[in-house]
């Protein structure tokens, strides 16, 4: 039993990989961290010490809301969307300001929400996909998500949010833009899926207003498509 009580301890205290034959160093193959980095640490305690108890707090607008936040230092504006404010929308992809999966406006800037420090964003007004829709329930689409719809530019739907963020914001820019220009407007913005073709076609008749809501006397809305809503 002795014999075997001492192997158990030996084991628990050995690395946990054997150290490479060549070079003798066991670094390089020690287990790599999570890879989910845009959940970063949460605030320390003592940011919200009772002796500091402003420490941290900032305010941010957030789809036309006020928010009121404690993030943690460092903490990127996607993971506080996610995790703070249950705002998913904008997706995790690269992590690196290489996707536009991440796509929000902060202050009407396209921003990649995976690599912006929340921080930096104190008192802007940042909007996301759920800030789209035309009514607080969120079931009443933009023109631009009706057109996404209409023409089938979402596969998988997971860089659609970024997609159509980028797409507002150039329609704000470029109300009538060329193929040239959204193929430039939107390249900031990987589609793993390749609807490339039918975002561009949802883009362009957004622009010429096939999606425009018209209002009715019989306070209904429809679209120039001819569909109530
Ligand atoms: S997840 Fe932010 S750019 Fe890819
Ligand atoms: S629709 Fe799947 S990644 Fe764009």
Redo the contacts with the bound molecule.
């Keep these: 039993m002795a014999p075997q009580n001492l192997n158990l301890g030996t084991r628990l205290l050995a690395p946990l990989h054997d150290p490479c034959q060549t070079c003798r160093t066991s670094s390089h193959v020690l287990p790599r961290p999570p890879t989910s980095s845009h959940v970063l640490p949460r605030p320390p305690t003592s940011r919200l010490s009772p002796f500091f108890p402003y420490l941290g707090r900032m305010q941010l607008r957030v789809n036309d809301r006020t928010v009121e936040l404690h993030p943690a230092p460092g903490e990127r504006l996607l993971a506080t969307l996610h995790d703070q404010l249950h705002l998913t929308g904008a997706k995790f992809g690269c992590g690196q300001g290489e996707c536009g999966?991440c796509t929000v406006l902060v202050d009407g800037r396209l921003t990649y929400a995976c690599i912006t420090l929340t921080e930096a964003c104190e008192g802007a007004q940042i909007t996301t996909v759920e800030g789209l829709a035309s009514d607080q329930s969120g079931e009443k689409l933009a023109p631009l998500q009706r057109a996404f719809v209409a023409y089938d530019?979402?596969?998988?739907?997971?860089?659609?949010p970024g997609?159509l963020i980028a797409a507002l914001h150039l329609l704000d820019t470029h109300p009538n833009p060329s193929e040239a220009e959204i193929r430039e407007g939107m390249s900031g913005n990987?589609?793993?899926?390749?609807?490339y073709p039918k975002i561009i076609a949802a883009i362009q008749a957004t622009a010429r207003g096939e999606f425009r809501e018209l209002a009715t006397d019989a306070g209904t809305t429809t679209d120039s498509s001819g569909s109530a809503s």
């Excluded at 530019?153 to 659609?160: E, I, L, S």
């Design positions: 999966a530019a979402a596969q998988c739907g997971y860089c659609t997609q990987l589609c793993r899926c390749g609807t």
